[in-house]
C-alpha cells in the first residue's frame, strides 16, 4: 500500500504560476501510474492529468493542456503538477492518485474508481 502527500497549494493570483508535489511512502511510486485531479466546492472531482510508470506517456483534461504540466521523480517518489497562468476558475482542492494497474483504456484515466490510492488533497485558491 501507498501513502500519498500533497503539498504547494496557496492563495495566488490570476496569472500566476503553481507547482504541487506529491510525496509517495509505503511502496516505490514506480509502480503506480499516477494521476493528478481537482474538485471545486459543489463540483464532482475531475481528472487533470495522469502521467504513465515511467513517464513516457501522459494524458490531460483538454481545456488544461497547455497550461498544466505532469511530470514524475521516481528516484525521489515524486509527482509534480505544474500549472501556470492560473484562473479563477482553477480554484479547487487537488489531489494526488495512484494506480496499480498496467494498462488504461480510452478515458478510463480520468474516472476517480481506476485509482486506488489517494492523498488528502492541498487548496489552491486562484483570486482577481
Known amino acids: 500500500q501507498v501513502q500519498l502527500v500533497e503539498s504547494g497549494g496557496g492563495l495566488v493570483q490570476a496569472g500566476e504560476s503553481l507547482r504541487l508535489s506529491c510525496v509517495a511512502s509505503?511502496?516505490?511510486?514506480?509502480?503506480?501510474?499516477m494521476g493528478w485531479f481537482r474538485q471545486a466546492p459543489g463540483k464532482e472531482r475531475e481528472v487533470v492529468a495522469r502521467?504513465?510508470?515511467?513517464?513516457?506517456?501522459?494524458f490531460y483534461s483538454d481545456p488544461l493542456e497547455g497550461r498544466f504540466t505532469i511530470s514524475r521523480d521516481n528516484a525521489k517518489n515524486t509527482v509534480y503538477l505544474q500549472m501556470s497562468s492560473l484562473q479563477l476558475e482553477d480554484t479547487a482542492i487537488y489531489y494526488c492518485?495512484?494506480?496499480?494497474?498496467?494498462?488504461?483504456?480510452?478515458?478510463?484515466?480520468?474516472?476517480?474508481?481506476?485509482?486506488?490510492?489517494w492523498g488528502q488533497g492541498t487548496q489552491v485558491t486562484v483570486s482577481s
Open positions: 492518485a495512484a494506480d496499480s494497474s498496467t494498462t488504461v483504456i480510452g478515458k478510463a484515466y480520468s474516472d476517480p474508481l481506476t485509482y486506488q490510492y
Open positions: 509505503g511502496r516505490t511510486l514506480s509502480t503506480y501510474s
Open positions: 502521467i504513465s510508470r515511467n513517464g513516457g506517456v501522459r
